[in-house]
């Protein structure tokens, strides 16, 4: 019999696959949460652009905007035909 072959070896080199697959799934979980963390909101705004998103964007008024964004700028956002100034912005999601 093969040494490298036996049954034993089969089996933990099983475990071991499944095993590192779940510490690389995890691992890149967190390196994406930390990268969204270290983010600026305008970072996020330009990433929701590239990918056409569309999102919803709650103003300091208490209103809300919803659409895809149309271009960002170094201190406001378009989305669709609004302007929107980044010191009037609480918050945005995107549209799932």
């Given amino acids: 019999m093969d040494p490298l072959y036996h049954p034993d070896l ?3 080199d099983q475990r071991l696959h499944a095993r590192f ?3 690389s799934a995890a691992e890149q979980e967190a ?3 930390a990268r969204r963390r270290g983010m600026t909101l305008r970072d996020r705004l330009l990433e ?3 990918r056409l998103e569309s999102v919803t ?3 300091s008024d208490g209103s809300r905007q919803r659409g895809q964004v ?3 700028g170094l201190d406001h956002v378009t989305i669709g ?3 929107l100034a980044f010191g009037h ?3 945005f999601e995107v549209d799932r």
């Fill in 70 to 72: 149309q271009s960002v």
């Fill in 57 to 59: 964007v709650h103003l």
């Fill in 48 to 50: 929701a652009e590239d």
């Fill in 21 to 23: 697959a779940a510490v």
């Fill in 81 to 83: 035909k609004s302007h």
């Fill in 31 to 33: 390196a994406a949460i």
């Fill in 10 to 12: 089969v089996v933990l």
């Fill in 89 to 91: 912005i609480v918050g």
